[in-house]
């Protein structure tokens, strides 16, 4: 995207560019002129983000329902002098924004190593001589020099190629590396096909070239993308909308149990203070303070776990969404295949012959052919790639280095035990002539020992060398090229194709040449004319190995996968086969499909179709925002430039740890090593803590609500309140602020892989389900304690600070061990491994002492008004109450939620 005129730099010529950015192709600017041009257009980065400073940060946590209603019971408290209570409210507030910040704090401060780490530099001309600048320097107008192995900086126009290869799959998916050139463009084309134009984020992975500048920063194609995704929705994460949920539910329920109490309160004549104080121990008991900090301990603690198993969460609330994902919408290239050729087969005609033998006899297995290793031998030879040492001592390991094609071949030969240096020493090297796109096949002339003449070694094109080649090589000889032969071939040649694979051909040709003529006009192909064909070499991106073992697992999961790919069809639908997201019967569709229909045609299609290729930045867009409208969680992965739109789109965004730097500030989700695998790592944590969250939210609810009917039953039938305000608080400093964090470290439960999504997911946390064993175990305890208490206070005419005691121990021991019978909601208490997790132990360990240090520590005995009780003789009945407790959760788990198997 250049800024010189209305005509694009790949439609003007060279010299244009060159003069219309005041700049020289030898001699590039000068530095004052690139000084200057720095301060008028910027440095060359991306624009990001605002980071959020400490303060915006605290106030966003502030702005949460559960601790706006916290902060307000801890105003008022203040207000009416009670500062033992407003202090214990204060304090579960600023734990909760503390625990929040240093974990988000700890992702954003490895993420920023991330970035750090990132390619800074380039090779500029400016005043005549090439120095080193950051690539931030850049500016329109520099003329940069790139070589094998560079990323480009910016968008440049080329104005010299020296068989100039470079890799563009960040920016538009496809892995197969486009040759460049300086030649003008007439036509309008997409960046895809700017054979002329270099564009930032990509690779240079063969030969050199030099290039003039004509866009940075934001005004780039990947700026552009950047600058794109500002304009994205922030989809809220299933877990805010339902913790939203339960704070509206448990506003719903301080609202109403605060009118009924004040109602009843006035009917019976009591103070309008002693009223308030009442309604805020009521509202505090509704109200879980616990519930923010054990939610963002338990989202912590499932962050550092994935980041264990290699992805960095960059959202605390990122990784509970994971949990509940329906729809993986996965890029092909560096997500499931490994982003780099290799070569898959060797075909020659003993080969074919081979394989129809094979067919009439099926036991028959397949053997290297002996051409099969001839063709990798003389294809090594033809290669310009090499092999160095790297390393010292007995750590020298060989690196082959050149174009990925010609890698790929010695790297082949080299692990079949074809060493190039080895057969060059023996068949030495006397002239060559490199593969260029226009003569579409590369020449190695090389002396034989023992032979007059010399041998020239020829990879290229398949198409060419079929045609031009008088002779088939089988079993160490040479065949005349008949019709049948030529069909076989050919029929190879299209099988392989149509499966999305690319092939080179092999062939040679004896000629008495001490050099190969490069005087104008002699074309290789009048060399090769009459050549030996000696068969094919089949190159693919292969699949990691991974792959089809995490795919399996996240569709055992109920998480459907889907390829949204930039690549061709053919390869996009081999690679979905092989690694099982398309089975028979899923449609493919292309991207120009996708694109012709409307959202309506788009949505049904979507029902049936797991591979889509030949995909634009805007089409991933449209597929993750129609697949989120109709109720899905879609998480969406990808490493190049172009997914990055989605990425953000997406509920959560997946990018590769070797990912351009647009897709990971995109994302939510980075897998370090690059492993798809630690996607279902990931979902396997998510819905840890999504059963995790579950059980907090069930232990604290339940337990809450128990407090409440215990209180209003009391107003009810005109007895004494049961508990005060300051004992309500210390049974949830006991409870609530102890055993709740301890669920956060509960291992994950049998079968966790195997549920529905839609059950596993946050967005039914709060599912009718849950909310009823809710009502029905804090009913069940309400009744069991104000069953207790009318017996203490009307029965038994027990004085009142010793029923409240009662009480107050009734409720902390309860509210205590059933604690251990929810640990698992689809197990009996008697299936359950008590002892898997030594905090909630410890939590026990604590609320015994804490309670035995009210009942038996004066002054603080004197602040909670308790009396002194001898719990030996009350043991027995404080026993059964906890046991009818335990019981209550045993029949509300038995009939509300379905039972594991084999429990």
């Known amino acids: 995207m250049s800024h010189i005129s209305n005509i694009p730099a790949y439609q003007k010529t060279k010299e244009v560019v060159v003069s219309e950015l005041h700049t020289h192709k030898d001699h590039g600017l000068s530095a004052l002129t690139a000084k200057e041009l720095l301060v008028h257009h910027g440095k060359n980065t991306l624009s990001r983000e605002t980071k959020e400073s400490i303060i915006d940060r605290?106030?966003?946590?502030?702005?949460?329902?559960?601790?706006?209603?916290?902060?307000?019971a801890g105003i008022v408290t203040t207000l009416l002098g009670e500062y033992v209570d407003s202090t214990v409210i204060f304090i579960a507030v600023i734990i909760n924004i503390g625990i929040s910040l240093y974990q988000e704090g700890r992702a954003d401060q490895a993420f920023d190593k991330l970035r750090a780490s990132q390619e800074k530099f380039a090779v500029v001309i400016r005043d005549g001589q090439k120095s080193r600048v950051s690539s931030d320097e850049l500016v329109p107008g520099d003329i940069i020099v790139v070589e094998t192995g560079v990323n480009i900086p910016a968008d440049a126009r080329v104005i010299l190629a020296h068989n100039l290869e470079v890799n563009e799959s960040p920016l538009t998916g496809e892995w197969i590396d486009v040759s460049k050139n300086d030649v003008v463009l007439e036509t309008v084309l997409p960046p895809s096909e700017q054979k002329n134009m270099l564009f930032m984020g990509t690779m240079v992975t063969s030969g050199s070239g030099v290039a003039v500048v004509v866009a940075t920063g934001n005004h780039t194609e990947i700026g552009a993308i950047a600058e794109a995704l500002g304009a994205g929705e922030e989809l809220k994460t299933?877990?805010?909308?339902?913790?939203?949920?339960?704070?509206?539910?448990?506003?719903?329920?301080?609202?109403?149990?605060?009118?009924?109490?004040?109602?009843?309160?006035?009917?019976?004549?009591?103070?309008?203070?002693?009223?308030?104080?009442?309604s805020i121990a009521i509202a505090v008991a509704a109200i879980p303070e616990g519930l923010p900090a054990a939610v963002t301990v338990v989202l912590a603690i499932g962050m550092e776990?994935?980041?264990?198993?290699?992805?960095?969460v960059r959202n605390l609330l990122a990784a509970e969404t994971l949990g509940s994902t329906t729809v993986i919408l996965t890029d092909k290239t560096g997500t499931l295949t490994k982003a780099e050729m290799q070569v898959a087969r060797v075909v020659t005609l003993g080969t074919i012959l081979l394989d129809e033998q094979k067919k009439n006899d099926d036991t028959l297995a397949h053997e290297v052919h002996g051409d099969e290793r001839d063709a990798l031998e003389f294809a090594t030879l033809a290669s310009d790639a090499f092999i160095e040492k790297s390393g010292e001592g007995e750590a020298v390991v060989d690196i082959v280095r050149g174009r990925p094609v010609e890698r790929a071949v010695v790297a082949a030969a080299l692990a079949s035990g074809l060493n190039q240096t080895e057969l060059l020493s023996n068949y030495p090297r006397i002239d060559m002539l490199p593969f260029e796109s226009k003569h579409r096949i590369a020449m190695s002339l090389h002396s034989i020992r023992g032979l007059k003449h010399r041998r020239a070694y020829i990879t290229g094109a398949p198409e060419y060398i079929l045609e031009h080649a008088h002779a088939v090589y089988l079993e160490g000889k040479e065949h005349a090229k008949k019709k049948e032969i030529l069909a076989q071939l050919e029929h190879?040649?299209?099988?392989?194709?149509s499966k999305g694979m690319r092939l080179i051909a092999v062939g040679y040709k004896d000629m008495m040449l001490d050099a190969f003529p490069r005087e104008d006009g002699i074309e290789r192909m009048e060399l090769a004319k009459n050549m030996v064909f000696m068969g094919f070499i089949v190159l693919h991106d292969p699949l990691r190995e991974d792959v089809p073992e995490s795919i399996a697992i996240a569709q055992r999961a109920g998480a459907r996968v889907i390829m949204a790919t930039g690549d061709n069809p053919q390869t996009a639908h081999s690679i979905a086969m092989e690694c099982g997201i398309w089975k028979e019967g899923d449609h493919v569709l292309s991207g120009i499909e996708v694109g012709a229909l409307d959202d309506d045609e788009l949505a049904k299609k979507l029902k049936m179709t797991t591979v889509f290729s030949r995909m634009l930045p805007e089409h991933k867009l449209r597929l993750v925002r129609l697949l989120s409208s109709s109720g899905e969680v879609v998480a969406m992965t990808g490493d190049g430039v172009n997914d990055a739109p989605a990425l953000r789109a997406a509920n959560i965004g997946v990018a590769l740890g070797s990912g351009t730097e647009v897709a990971k500030e995109a994302s939510d989700l980075i897998l370090l090593n690059n492993s798809f695998a630690i996607i279902?790592?990931?979902?396997?944590?998510?819905?840890?803590?999504?059963?995790?969250?579950?059980?907090?939210?069930?232990?604290?609810?339940?337990?809450?609500f128990s407090e409440i009917i215990v209180v209003g039953i009391a107003l009810i039938i005109a007895l004494p309140i049961p508990l005060l305000p300051a004992q309500i608080l210390w049974i949830n400093i006991l409870t609530e602020g102890f055993m709740n964090f301890a669920f956060a470290f509960e291992p994950k439960e049998e079968g966790l892989m195997e549920r529905d999504p839609k059950v596993a997911g946050a967005r039914t946390m709060l599912s009718r389900t849950l909310t009823s064993f809710i009502i029905i175990?804090?009913?069940?305890?309400?009744?069991?304690?104000?069953?207790?208490?009318?017996?203490?206070?009307?029965?038994?005419?027990?004085?009142?600070?010793?029923?409240r005691t009662?009480?107050?121990?009734a409720l902390t021991l309860g509210t205590i061990f059933i604690a251990f019978s929810m640990k698992d909601l689809r197990m009996p208490i008697y299936r359950i491994r008590l002892w898997t997790n030594k905090y909630l132990i410890g939590a026990?360990?604590?609320?015994?002492?804490?309670?035995?240090?009210a009942l038996y520590i004066p002054p603080l005995r004197e602040l909670l008004r308790l009396a002194e009780v001898d719990l030996v003789e009350k043991l027995p009945l404080l026993f059964s109450v906890v046991l009818l407790n335990i019981a209550a959760v045993e029949v509300a788990k038995f009939f509300i939620f379905p039972r594991r198997k084999g429990s």
């Open 238 to 278: 299933p877990l805010q909308e339902n913790v939203v949920n339960v704070a509206r539910l448990l506003t719903r329920i301080v609202l109403f149990a605060l009118i009924g109490i004040f109602t009843l309160g006035l009917l019976r004549g009591e103070p309008f203070t002693e009223l308030l104080l009442i």
């Open 492 to 497: 190879e040649l299209k099988h392989y194709t």
């Open 806 to 809: 009662m009480i107050f121990v």
């Open 305 to 312: 776990a994935i980041l264990k198993r290699g992805g960095l």
């Open 777 to 803: 175990v804090g009913m069940i305890s309400g009744l069991i304690l104000s069953l207790l208490y009318w017996l203490l206070i009307s029965v038994w005419n027990t004085p009142i600070i010793e029923a």
């Open 680 to 704: 279902v790592a990931a979902i396997e944590e998510g819905r840890r803590i999504i059963d995790n969250l579950r059980k907090i939210i069930a232990y604290l609810l339940s337990t809450s």
């Open 844 to 853: 026990l360990v604590f609320g015994v002492a804490g309670l035995l240090a």
């Open 58 to 72: 605290i106030v966003e946590e502030l702005r949460s329902p559960l601790v706006f209603i916290l902060l307000c």
